[in-house]
């Protein structure tokens, strides 16, 4: 059978993407496949918006936006119309800050000169990108900053947060949801309706989440988890009714959306050590998935 993921002889995943490296190199020219940094896969020429061209090495030293898009796609003409004022308003603050368009449209005859399908392929296959459209953000040395720039830029118009790190945790919005869909999620509902009272929440789970993150960071992998909190509102609601959850608060669930699985803690008290001990049993795998 075909796995979708790489392994080193160590365990560490390689790649996540391997029905797509097999696709694009089925004599294993490049086998064991490891991802490749950011200027080495987009090596070359790039055409600038005035129809110029200029080398890939002019991005070193600056952050980049690295975003998969297509003129015929309604959702990506929204985002780079957001994205355009993004642009400027990061450049104005004096950030060294470019963007990357890689295109989905296939009969541009200036993208098949200057971006080469093997480059936009090989960019798809490092970023994962399973969608469009979809905003990587990279620091001035290439690495991976946040995949959730597209989320990161609607939220926040003025570019305050930029360059957009992850945050720990995240309180449930219709914005941010789309990242339910990413991988598993601990969402921890709570009875709040007004703004602030989700603050207790978030500062009970957040040292759980600051650990999980460095721990995973020192090892040059993403995150296993999310973490969110929900109060009482439509969204969560419709995410309840979604995953057929009780309405009960404090709930602390884990949601994987992609394999349709659940995990619900229901206790009486939430404490740190409920939390953490619920986080490290899923990641061990102890726990009994139930469907959604």
């Known amino acids: 059978s ?4 790489s392994l080193l002889t160590t365990g560490k995943v390689v790649c996540r993407n391997g029905l797509l490296v097999v696709r694009d190199d089925p004599k294993g020219l ?29 991005l070193e030293g600056h952050y980049v936006g690295v975003y998969f898009s297509a003129h015929w796609c309604p959702p990506c003409r929204s985002l780079t119309r957001v994205l355009v004022e993004s642009y400027r308003t990061v450049k104005e603050s004096g950030h060294k800050f470019e963007i990357v368009f890689v295109s989905a449209d296939r009969s541009e005859e200036s993208f098949k000169q200057y971006f080469n ?7 798809n296959r490092l970023y994962g990108i399973q ?18 720039g597209r989320v990161e ?24 949801a789309v990242q339910l869909h990413e991988g598993p999620c601990l969402v921890l509902f709570v009875d709040a309706e007004e703004e602030g009272e989700l603050e207790p929440a978030k500062e009970l789970i957040q040292p759980i989440a600051e650990k ?23 969204m969560s609601d419709s995410l309840r009714d979604y995953t057929n959850l009780p309405e009960a608060a404090p709930l602390l669930t884990i949601l994987d959306m992609s394999a349709r699985a659940k ?18 049993d899923f990641l061990a795998e102890k726990l009994k998935p139930e469907p959604i």
């Not at 075909?2 to 993921?5: K, P, R, T």
């Not at 830029?153 to 941010?176: G, I, K, M, Y």
């Not at 995990?263 to 490290?280: C, G, H, K, L, S």
Request: aromatic share 8%; proline share 9%; with cysteine.
């Open 2 to 5: 075909i796995l979708y993921s």
């Open 30 to 58: 490049e086998f064991p496949w490891g991802p490749k940094p950011f200027a080495e896969v987009v090596a070359g020429p790039l055409l600038r918006n005035n129809r110029q061209t200029t080398d890939s090495s002019s």
């Open 117 to 123: 399908e093997a480059r936009r392929s090989r960019l």
């Open 131 to 148: 969608g469009i459209p979809t905003l990587i953000l990279l620091d001035a040395e290439g690495h991976m900053i946040t995949r959730q």
């Open 153 to 176: 830029v609607l939220n926040d118009p003025e570019c305050r947060l930029f360059p957009w790190h992850p945050r720990p945790v995240l309180e449930l919005s219709e914005s941010n």
């Open 212 to 234: 999980l993150m460095a721990k995973y960071k020192a090892k040059e992998e993403e995150t296993p988890l999310l973490f969110f909190v929900a109060g009482e509102d439509d």
């Open 263 to 280: 995990y619900v803690r229901d206790v009486e008290e939430i404490t740190p050590a409920v939390v953490e001990q619920f986080v490290n």
